[in-house]
């Protein structure tokens, strides 16, 4: 093993001071310089020769790990007595010592009492050698037990969906995709793809076994036992072999959350996005294949105006959070130079945030994708800017109602809170932000320091609350465009046990009724109506929230004859890139 | 033959002398009685050789064979105590192995005796042998000549330069090794950092090697060197290259390299248009170069023995069909071809009586009955219809497997250890069971029909038993093809044989010094080769405690031995990146197969002795025509030393098992069919190979961290695959 760094640099030989010391430590003192510069040569030949002796024995011995028993082999060829007592499992460490100018490495060698070695009990004896059979293949296909690795590993996926093109081999092909997936497809068809070179149009079709863990799991993750729920969580978790039913899985998320949004069943929604953090934990899944349809979904779940038909008593806040978590680990996991996942969801995000007219929930959802993602942001200062420059953009605009501007208070004080650590210094502020870029420190040092001292008057009161209080109530500024007709409360039942969670857990629980099924009637039949208007009367605050659903632009809140859905992030690199703008001084509002 | 070359050299080496070796070597050819002046002379030679190294015992062991009377006779003649003494007296009482001894003697004098001689006469010492580079220039020269031999190179015709780049590895290394030799240390450290770079990728084994070497006296006892010096190294270039080279170095009157051309390389010139890039890749990378092209004009009789007329009980119903005349051959029934050819003699066949094999006993030939019928329960293998292929793991072997073999009738598996031992297991429900102990045994009424369930033991019955002898780690295995019989060859330099009726150990051979890396047995049983470190294949008959032959040649290890389904040829695979197919009649080399670009670690032939499977540590399968001696084939897919390959009992599959946890299954006859071998490849061995490993590629199975060290396919087609997990 060491060898392998000498074949770099073809001369190295010990240094004389090692023979020195090794001299000295056999009793030789006043080693001549000559000697020893001749014998480290000497000594440094004779090493690498039985290195490479060494390497012969461990070839043979069908390892890729060199032993000291290979080096006393090596030694044994070429006459030279092995070096006894090495046989050490552990590894032992070089202690390092110096002094007089010089510097030693050495093993500690610890004197043992053989009396303690005597009435130490016996060590337990190793298993002996066993043999086991099992299948590798049967009929040319791997079948999936537990002896046998998963059909295709991580890395595999990900090379299929990051570098299609290498994947679409032939080879490759056989190697992984088409063992796994196209188990009904007959060789001969196989042999047909082969010479056609083509990507097989593979038909997803699973083994009955496969059918019944499918219905299984779905039933039990989105079912009412909460601990058969537990189960199916941890089996959608850990278990190795579900490549072939990720496709399956992420239909049956993204089609939930479709239905469940339009029902305001924050349950099932939950429970959905719950199976959906366990595919992501599961280590042998590689799901960026199929992100197009659970992203939606997720960010269907993060920005939805309604999740739920009590939206201040039902805590679809933690949903938000929790799917907003989601969305930056999956951020984290997936994003890269092709796919652009992560600029591309903050782009979404953070137009929808700037538009003046966006729901409030919708920005909530906003502003929590950013307080997860913005800690892994610092580097890349536009998109800080961005969401920097988000609040105070929108302030100007938003001066008006005094509630509007105590919820974005708080928000910027969330994310600003995330970034910067307390005490609120203005200074602080100032040299933090530095860091973030030279460009935001030259542009927005001025606007910064305003947003911050907005956001520290803020953070004086409510420092780390990042999820606002459901009975707040805002009330739309008479500038912004409600055109739509007020709705009369669209809730027909409320239920009475609805308790809020003032804690945020960390996995959202259901609330309690799960069963509760609610009926939307809020919608136009007018979808191509420019703006829809649903009003929500709030329980606990008098005045009707008017919230608005844009129409197109960054997030495509589409209007479905039942309900919005977030239908997909793929339109979103023709949309008018978010220029960082300079925001004049005079422009800012006064808090 | 350079075999006592071979041992001259390592006699000069810090190793003790090896009497073994000289006996072996050199009395074997000489022992033929020979009345010619020349041949009297040649034993002169030999024995004044023998006495210079005081081999006492050989030379009179020579003298007495020879019939010389020159010197009074210090032995007796009853002491035969020198292995040609033991060897001759065997072969008064055996028969087959005496007639095998002496039809070596008479076929092979003439070509053997002149080595000897030569061996005797310019005794390759190693002052001797590196005597020549004292002869010497002005070392600062050497990097500009090397470079000005660069730039020449460099200038020329696309066509040629490819063809003359292969003169940069061996000029680098001589002039290397001459600077060196000359105490040159720093110019020749400098050389070497300055051209390293240069040199093709599959060297880099050897550059390492030769980096360690920076003094004279560091170049004693170097093995790599040793070969370097008495081997040319050979290269294959046209006519046309050659003559541009050549003019350009009278030219340039650039004697120094003109020099090391003549003395060290060896240039095998062909008449045609030159290789190309590709064609000169796949078949460099050896230690010494590429094979001369006279080395595989030897033809080679790779076609199958008869199989013996066996009645085969008709009373199964099914067995109707498989008539008389339908008789599989014992390693490969070839279905289609069988039923009229199987009854006349294949041209390539060599003579049933080529060399002797042991008869059939009984017991052989019910077991051919089971094979007969197992086989025609044997499904037929293709693209279409992969095998099934069942794993056996081996747990808690704590990276201590080393070596694994089944038997034919995939009843009995063997497993060689690190800690020494062998186990075996059976892997049918029917256990293990020693026989009884002699007084037990004479109890038991010889009469009885079931004498045979009655010696054995019911006591001793398990699953596993192991065989405790060996004093190192066990390199190889192999069952005899009877099942009575295993072999097992370890680190500590004996080959031993057991007994699996009693599980105890019969014989020890000893005559390998050093590690015996693989050892195997004739499919007929009887012979067995083994190979090692001490880089000289030997074959052996199990009742001979001395090898019966020697293949010496190669010039490194040798890692692998496998034996031709006919029996009447070696293939061992080495460390130096070459295959030699040996001759086990005359013991002569009879095939060099260069390609490699790492030690080979597996070898298979195919079941109708066409074609031969290697597969080495650069983790590709190539493939062999025996008869043309050519490269038909590469396979390329795995990422690691390959240490299994298997073909199928019908050769349609060939299925290879790696280091990368990987069992991969091949077309193997489409691999063959790819490749036309018209008249001009065959004569000039210029083939161009297919890049098609994908294609043929059509099966990949990934086990759970367990390397695959060794596959067996069942008679009924079912891959077996064995391997330890490794838990890391």
Known sequence: MAEERRQKQCSVVLPSESMKAMAESMGVGQLQEDSCVALSEEVSYRIKEIAQDALKFMHHGKRRKLTTSDIDYALKLKNVEPLYGFQSQDFIPFRFASGGGRELHFYEEKEVDLSDIISTPLPRVPLDVSLKAHWLSIDGVQPSIPENPPPATKEQQKAESTEPLKAVKPGQEEDGSIQGKGQSGTSAEVKGKEKLRMKPRSTHELSVEQQLYYKEITEACVGSCEAKRAEALQSIATDPGLYQMLPRFSTFI??????????????????????MKALMDNPTLYLEKYLHELLPAVVTCIVSKQLCLRPDVDNHWALRDFAARLMAQSCKTFSTTTNNIQSRITKTFTKSWLDDKTQWTTRYGCIVIKTLIIPRL????????????????????????????????????????????????????????????PMLCSHVVKARTQAALQAQTVNRTTLTITQPRPSLSVSQSGGVGSSGGSRTPSIIKVPSSFTLMSTRPATPTQPSPPATKYIVMATSAGAASTQQVITLSSSQSSSPVTSTVTRGGAVRLVTTPCTDTYVGVAPLHHLPHWSTKVVPRQHLPSP | MAAVQDGGSELEGEKEPKPELMNDGSTAPAAAPSSRPEDQQTLLAVLQFLKRNKLIESVDALRREAGLADEPEEAPGSEAAGGAGGAAAGSGELGDAGALLSRVSGGSQSAAAPAPAKGGDDQPDVSVV??????????????????????????????????????????????????????????????????????????????????????????????????????????????DSYQLLKRHLQERQNNQIWNIIQEHLYIDIFDGMPRSKSQIDSMSGSLAGEAKREDNKTKVYYGLLKEPEIEVPLDDEDEEAENEEGKPKKKKPKKDSMGSKSKKQDPNAPQQNRIPLPELKDSDKLDKIMYMKEATKRIRLGPESLPSICFYTFLNAYQGLTAVDFTDDSSLLAGGFADSTVRVWSVTPKKLRKVKSAADLGMIDKESDDVLERIMDEKTASECKILYGHSGPVYGVSFSPDRNYLLSSSEDGTIRLWSLQTFTCLVAYKGHNYPVWDTQFSPYGYYFVSGGHDRVARLWATDHYQPLRMFAGHLADITCTRFHPNSNYVA???????????????????????????????????????????????????????????????????????????????????????????????????????????????????????DNSQELLLGTYLSKSTPVIHLHFTRRNLLLSAGAYNSQ
Not at chain 1, 415 to 421: F, W
């Open chain 1, 254 to 275: 993204s089609e939930g959350v479709r239905v469940n949004v339009v029902q305001n069943n924050l349950a099932l929604l939950i429970y959905l996005m719950r199976m």
């Open chain 1, 378 to 437: 610092t580097v890349e200062g536009v998109r800080i800017k961005a969401v920097m420059e988000g609040p105070v953009v929108s302030n100007i605009d938003k001066i008006g109602p005094v509630g509007s501007l105590l919820m974005w208070g708080k928000h910027c004080a969330s994310v600003i809170a995330k970034i910067r650590p307390a005490p609120d210094v203005v200074d602080q502020y100032r040299t933090d932000y530095g860091y973030l870029g």
């Open chain 2, 130 to 239: 590196l005597s020549a580079y004292s002869q010497q220039g002005d070392p600062s020269l050497y990097q500009v000549y090397y470079s000005g031999l660069k730039k020449f190179i460099e200038s020329v015709l696309d066509c040629h330069r490819a063809e003359l780049s292969q003169l940069f590895y061996p000029l680098f290394v001589h002039m290397y090794l001459e600077l060196v030799y000359n105490n040159h240390e720093s110019e020749a450290k400098s050389f070497f950092e300055k051209f390293n770079g240069d040199q093709e990728c599959y060297y880099q084994d050897d550059l390492r090697v030769l980096s360690g070497l920076t003094k004279k006296e560091h170049m004693k006892g170097n093995e790599t060197l040793l070969d370097f010096r008495t081997s040319r190294f050979v290269l294959r270039i046209s006519r």
């Open chain 2, 572 to 690: 061992t695979g080495s460390a130096d990146r070459t295959i030699r197919l040996w001759d086990v009649l005359n013991g002569h080399c009879v095939r060099v197969l260069t390609g490699h670009k790492g030690p080979i670690h597996t070898l298979a032939f195919s079941p109708n002795g066409k074609y031969l499977a290697s597969g080495s540590t650069d983790g590709r399968v190539l493939l062999w025509d025996i008869g043309h001696g050519l490269m038909i084939g590469e396979l390329k897919g795995h990422t690691d030393t390959i240490y299994a390959l298997r073909f199928s009992r019908d050769g349609e599959i060939l299925a290879s098992g790696s280091m990368d946890n990987t069992v991969r299954l091949w077309d193997a006859i489409r691999a063959f069919d790819d490749v036309e071998t018209d008249d001009f490849t065959a004569a000039t061995g210029h083939v161009h190979l297919p």
